[in-house]
């Protein structure tokens, strides 16, 4: 049985608290922490750089998973590796450059992640499948925490993980947006087994805690 891992985002969190919000995930059973940087271009809001990365770092041991929703990833992508990001993923839409940039990452000893929009065919990835650690399906038009998941994006995911299968590949397959207790385990079946979770971890119903625990349960019946 695959073990699935949540990766909550802290776009929901209370970034006047990130530092508990962030102890919050990792006491409650995180496994990776999930951080949305936004340039104001590739999606319209702003949101941090790598000083509040090299923060978040000094806070937690845990995996930190940097979604680079960002134009030319390749001139920013090193700030963020060296401000302790694990995992550095950037968007095929982005970049002319991708196989190239996949290469350069993992040659700094990061995991390489590529990460597909959901208009965005998976013919644009296939043949950088072989250099890509990690593949992040948006099940969201990024941007914004909070919005519900496209339920097409699930075949998508299926038709990836039947890809992956054929060429014998295995990079993590990470859905991000919209996950929540009533569809995470219908994301695993599809063959995902990363989940970033942001609203349905930040929110202010319950703790993060109490949210990845119902997750989880969630989860048992995938
Ligand atoms: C959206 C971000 C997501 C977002 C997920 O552009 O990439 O990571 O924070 O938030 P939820 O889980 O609330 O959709
Ligand atoms: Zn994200």
């Not at 909550?8 to 102890?23: E, K, M, N």
């Not at 399906?137 to 914004?144: E, K, Q």
């Not at 971890?201 to 995938?222: F, G, I, K, M, Q």
Request: charged share 20%; net charge negative.
């Amino acid at each position: 049985m695959t073990t699935i891992k949540l990766a909550p985002s802290i776009l929901t969190a209370d970034f006047g608290a990130l530092a508990d919000q962030i102890r919050a995930a990792d006491d409650g059973g995180a496994d990776i922490i999930h951080l949305d940087v936004m340039d104001g271009h590739f999606v319209p809001p702003i949101t941090f750089g790598p000083i509040v990365v090299e923060m978040v770092r000094k806070v937690t041991k845990l995996p930190l998973d940097i979604h680079l929703m960002i134009e030319h990833p390749e001139r920013q992508f090193e700030a963020f590796a060296e401000a302790g990001g694990d995992i550095i993923n950037f968007h095929i839409e982005a970049t002319a450059h991708a196989d190239r940039l996949l290469r350069t990452i993992q040659a700094m000893n990061k995991r390489a992640g590529i990460c597909i929009n959901p208009a965005t065919p998976l013919s644009a990835i296939e043949n950088v499948l072989d250099v890509t650690d990690q593949v992040m399906v948006m099940m969201i038009n990024p941007g914004w925490g909070g919005q519900k998941m496209l339920p097409s994006m699930l075949d998508k995911i299926r038709d990836l993980r039947s890809m992956l299968d054929v060429r014998g590949l295995k990079p993590d397959i990470e859905v991000d947006g919209g996950v929540k207790s009533n569809n995470a385990a219908s994301c695993a079946r599809a063959g995902a087994n990363v989940l970033v979770c942001g609203s349905s971890v930040y929110n202010t119903d319950s703790s993060p805690r109490e949210n990845l625990a119902a997750l989880r349960v969630a989860l048992a019946s995938a």
